[in-house]
């Protein structure tokens, strides 16, 4: 079960409409999982600094169960920064993506 959960310091109203359904369906995608496994959470308006300024950026943290290696990890990132940064209008330097791999026993849940 992947876990998004996005912080920002760009406004509610400056975020796409639906932006947290289409992060999911980004990350269902990218990580290849299905979307009904995700739980995306999206909290604008943070305090945050990146860079040395407090220009608009997102810091994204990902946990999931058995997706994230040296190898795959520089895909995901290429993908993700990519389509995050043009869906947000962000340079990508601007968005910081943290991959946080799960063990099954961590996550507690009823099946689907």
Request: hydrophobic letters at 40%; glycine letters at 4%; one cysteine or more.
């Amino acid at each position: 079960m992947p876990f998004i959960q996005c912080y920002t310091n760009l406004s509610r109203d400056k975020l796409p409409e639906n932006f947290v359904e289409w992060l999911s369906e980004l990350g269902s995608q990218v990580l290849e999982k299905g979307i009904e496994r995700f739980v995306t959470t999206v909290i604008p308006d943070m305090m945050m600094m990146r860079h040395g300024t407090t220009d608009p950026a997102m810091f994204i943290q990902i946990h999931s169960i058995g997706s994230f290696d040296a190898e795959r990890n520089p895909s995901y990132t290429d993908k993700l920064l990519e389509a995050i940064a043009e869906k947000v209008n962000l340079p990508a330097k601007r968005v910081v993506l943290h991959y946080f791999p799960v063990e099954k026993m961590m996550v507690g849940m009823r099946p689907l």
